[in-house]
């Protein structure tokens, strides 16, 4: 069984194959009963773009987004693990061969530019590899 992550959203706008769905992110204090007590809600809008969907989609309509639970896995590598042990890896490397401090930590700063710079390269085909489903609620 594959398992999957759904969020509700409302349709944004629907051109042609392309569809618009805005989806609204709470932190976990922003669906806390208390939040408007202690700290003012962190709730925000995100639009998530569908480039092909199959159906038949009105703007306002509610519907449910559906990814593969292994797509946000490979997310969490590609945004957070993969640049934490590049930049942990040239501070050591950097240090041991230097024994300066300044400069492995420039080291391992400067290490993330060209890994963001390939990502932005790349963000077409990465996006085109995180698809969303849509499904009528």
Do not use: W
């Not at 922003?30 to 989609?57: T, W």
Request: aromatic fraction near 10%; glycine fraction near 6%.
């Amino acid at each position: 069984m594959v398992k999957q992550v759904e969020h509700e959203g409302i349709v944004a706008s629907v051109c042609g194959n392309k569809m618009v769905v805005r989806v609204v992110t709470s932190s976990a204090c922003g669906s806390c009963v208390a939040k408007g007590h202690c700290m003012p809600a962190e709730n925000r809008d995100m639009d998530i773009h569908i480039d092909s969907f199959s159906g038949n989609f009105e703007t306002g309509e509610q519907v449910t987004l559906v990814m593969r639970q292994s797509l946000g896995m490979r997310a969490l590598f590609i945004c957070y693990l993969v640049p934490f042990v590049l930049a942990f890896t040239a501070l050591i490397v950097v240090y041991q061969t230097t024994r300066n401090e300044l400069a492995s930590g420039l080291a391992s700063l400067f290490i993330l530019v060209p890994y963001y710079f390939m990502l932005k390269m790349f963000n077409q085909k990465i996006t085109k590899s995180f698809g969303f489903t849509v499904k009528k609620k």
